[in-house]
């Protein structure tokens, strides 16, 4: 069973992945052991794959870093739930595979490390025993996301998603 970190808002690329630990800074590193290094060492000790992150607002401001969403793709965060995303971080979880759901009776319900279980298939989750449907996400965002993100997706079908062929 995979377990609950709660987040608040404004959770920044900065708190995700700090500067000094960036890729091109550390070349012979893995960016995933970085994640939340700072600001959560909690979670950056302790979560283990498949786990969930929920937050409040705004989640994944600050900077376009790509490198904080890898991290957390190595990590193999099984979704991620807020009240809200950043844009750019939105566009860079899906690109790398991550599934992100705007689910405010979740965030509201979800403390930190309760037990929670995704069924991604069938698009709900369960959260201390209780079920919850996730909101269901456009089908480009479900055909990227099956596919493993957005690279996986251009090399099997050899074109993006609702490209004309």
């Not at 705007?102 to 079920?131: F, T």
Request: proline share 7%; with cysteine.
């Amino acid at each position: 069973m995979a377990k609950v970190w709660k987040f608040g808002a404004d959770v920044d690329t900065d708190q995700i992945v700090p500067g000094r630990y960036a890729p091109y800074m550390r070349p012979d590193a893995d960016v995933g052991d970085a994640a939340f290094i700072e600001a959560r060492p909690d979670f950056n000790q302790g979560a283990r794959p498949g786990d969930v992150i929920v937050a409040t607002s705004n989640f994944g401001c600050g900077s376009s870093r790509e490198y904080a969403v890898e991290a957390l793709r190595r990590r193999q965060v099984g979704a991620i739930i807020a009240l809200g995303f950043a844009r750019i971080f939105y566009r860079n979880a899906l690109n790398l595979g991550i599934p992100l759901y705007e689910a405010p009776e979740i965030v509201a319900a979800a403390q930190q490390g309760d037990e929670i279980s995704l069924d991604l298939a069938h698009n709900r989750l369960l959260l201390n025993g209780k079920a919850y449907a996730l909101p269901d996400l456009p089908p480009f965002a479900r055909e990227i996301l099956a596919a493993g993100g957005i690279v996986a997706y251009v090399k099997h079908y050899g074109r993006f998603p609702g490209e004309q062929v």
